[in-house]
């Protein structure tokens, strides 16, 4: 078994991190369109103006569904941005095996990509949080639009 040199792991990990991002925002932006479809849905069936037998269970189910995508795209989200930060750390230790670069040289990409996401502001807004908390949010939204399906 042959072990990849630095250079090709670091080539690697170039290639894994960009495609680690864009799985990530493919993900939610999938995600926001299977639940405009849901939230649409539901409105137009509450909305109906011919009465539908069995309007409040295709709403509480339809309601369900978004509660369960919204958990399970929260997990997604978690996982793909707990991707970029590894590959973000492993990246950073080829470049500085010793954790410091070098005084008189800048920062290689890893490492500067890395000081960057960690002194941001508002890391509350970061992708980390938008990722994990846009579909908790849309899950309780759902759990609001369950509780008006039941009270039809």
Not at 23 to 48: C, Q, Y
Not at 69 to 83: D, E, M, P
Not at 102 to 107: F, Q
Request: with cysteine; glycine share 6%.
């Amino acid at each position: 078994m042959c072990k990849p040199t630095p250079q090709e792991m670091y080539s690697s990990l170039a290639s894994h991190i960009t495609n680690a991002e864009q799985v990530s925002w493919n993900r939610f932006n999938n995600f926001l369109l299977f639940n405009s479809v849901l939230i649409l849905g539901w409105f137009a069936l509450n909305a109906a103006t011919t009465a539908v037998e069995q309007q409040p269970l295709l709403l509480a189910v339809s309601s369900c569904i978004g509660i369960i995508s919204g958990l399970i795209w929260a997990g997604l989200g978690i996982r793909g941005r707990n991707n970029v930060h590894a590959i973000l750390e492993l990246g950073s230790r080829i470049e500085c095996p010793d954790g410091n670069p070098p005084p008189d040289a800048p920062l290689p990409p890893f490492s500067k990509l890395k000081a960057l996401r960690d002194s941001q502001p508002f890391k509350f807004c970061g992708s980390r949080y938008v990722l994990a908390f846009g579909p908790l949010l849309l899950s309780c939204f759902h759990v609001l639009l369950l509780w008006l399906s039941l009270s039809i």
